[in-house]
């Protein structure tokens, strides 16, 4: 995870209060080791709030809000957990509307924890293998897409992962996925 083998990628953090911590921090950090740049992009301007489970922890500047953000100019696309953070996200049509776009640009995406609930309510999952926390392999399930527990699983442009414990395999899947994906272009 040394060097620039994400050197000139720009990486879209989705994220709302009360994300776990964890999942935003350490794999910004990996990417940003990597080479790339990344952006935390809310639905609401100023700080959001991260948590250590169900502790307050620390606060994060936004970058960017989703009326700003244009999916285009971004590489690839990181979704954190936390429940009540992936539960609002969800809801948020932007939110949505940028995961869909994403996709169907083919860019890649790393989600971990409760991140996928954002790519279940936008439509994308049916027909993915992949992994999260287990309290929503149901909803995996019944939006169309197999759930396995692994602590990562690669389907195609996605990568997953379960939770905090899964870190370290997630953030090495992540820049391996974005590093094989750096030849494609913007759209």
């Given at each position: 995870?040394?060097?620039?083998?994400?050197?000139?990628?720009?990486?879209?953090?989705?994220?709302?209060?009360?994300?776990?911590?964890?999942?935003?921090?350490?794999p910004?950090?990996?990417?940003?080791?990597?080479?790339?740049?990344?952006?935390?992009?809310?639905?609401?301007?100023?700080?959001?709030?991260?948590?250590?489970?169900?502790?307050?922890?620390?606060?994060?500047?936004?970058?960017?809000?989703?009326?700003?953000?244009?999916?285009?100019?971004?590489?690839?696309?990181?979704?954190?957990?936390?429940?009540?953070?992936?539960?609002a996200?969800?809801?948020e049509?932007?939110?949505?509307?940028?995961?869909?776009?994403?996709?169907?640009?083919?860019?890649?995406?790393a989600?971990?924890?409760?991140?996928?609930?954002?790519?279940?309510?936008?439509?994308?999952?049916?027909?993915?293998?992949?992994t999260?926390?287990?309290?929503?392999?149901d909803?995996?399930?019944?939006?169309g897409?197999?759930w396995?527990?692994?602590?990562?699983?690669?389907?195609?442009?996605w990568?997953?992962?379960?939770?905090?414990?899964?870190?370290?395999?997630?953030?090495?899947?992540?820049i391996?996925?974005?590093?094989?994906?750096?030849?494609?272009?913007?759209?």
């Open positions: 995870m040394q060097g620039n083998t994400l050197q000139g990628m720009r990486v879209a953090i989705l994220v709302t209060d009360d994300f776990e911590q964890a999942e935003l921090a350490e910004k950090k990996a990417l940003e080791q990597a080479g790339a740049t990344t952006k935390i992009i809310s639905p609401k301007p100023g700080q959001v709030q991260g948590m250590n489970h169900d502790v307050k922890a620390d606060t994060f500047p936004v970058d960017m809000t989703l009326d700003q953000a244009k999916p285009g100019d971004f590489d690839a696309i990181l979704l954190p957990g936390g429940a009540v953070n992936a539960d996200l969800r809801m049509p932007k939110a949505q509307d940028f995961v869909r776009q994403a996709e169907s640009n083919g860019k890649p995406i989600v971990i924890c409760h991140g996928p609930w954002l790519l279940i309510s936008a439509g994308l999952v049916k027909g993915k293998t992949m999260s926390y287990y309290t929503i392999q909803d995996i399930r019944n939006a897409g197999q396995v527990d692994q602590e990562m699983v690669r389907d195609g442009n990568v997953s992962s379960r939770s905090p414990k899964d870190l370290p395999a997630f953030n090495k899947a992540m391996e996925l974005f590093s094989g994906s750096k030849v494609s272009s913007r759209q």
